[in-house]
């Protein structure tokens, strides 16, 4: 969890009841639901944005084969030689 072990939340858990009055828990728990709350939202609206970006990109993949296979198709009939007729029946 937020990487500390269990034992170090615990030693945190009984310095903060040593520390804190009896009478400001309760604040302190809201507080603390507060925050809960708040990092799980973040997370949420991160992991939202990433489906999304990662829906984006998988929708722009095809789009690129194609442009790509187009932009080969043309360059390909560019590059081609040209037959060109001869000249040789005619007269000057």
């Given at each position: 969890m937020f990487g500390i072990s269990i034992w170090e939340f615990l030693v945190?858990?009984?310095?903060?009841?040593?520390?804190?009055?009896?009478?400001?828990?309760?604040?302190?728990?809201?507080?603390?639901?507060?925050?809960?709350?708040?990092?799980?939202?973040?997370?949420?609206?991160?992991?939202d944005a990433t489906e999304n970006i990662r829906d984006q990109i998988d929708r722009e993949m095809p789009i690129d084969r194609v442009i790509r296979q187009t932009t080969d198709d043309m360059l390909g009939a560019f590059s081609k030689p040209v037959k060109r007729k001869s000249k040789r029946g005619h007269k000057k």
């Amino acid at each position: 969890m937020f990487g500390i072990s269990i034992w170090e939340f615990l030693v945190i858990l009984v310095v903060a009841v040593l520390v804190i009055p009896a009478r400001h828990w309760g604040d302190v728990a809201k507080f603390l639901a507060r925050c809960v709350k708040f990092i799980r939202n973040l997370i949420w609206k991160i992991s939202d944005a990433t489906e999304n970006i990662r829906d984006q990109i998988d929708r722009e993949m095809p789009i690129d084969r194609v442009i790509r296979q187009t932009t080969d198709d043309m360059l390909g009939a560019f590059s081609k030689p040209v037959k060109r007729k001869s000249k040789r029946g005619h007269k000057k």
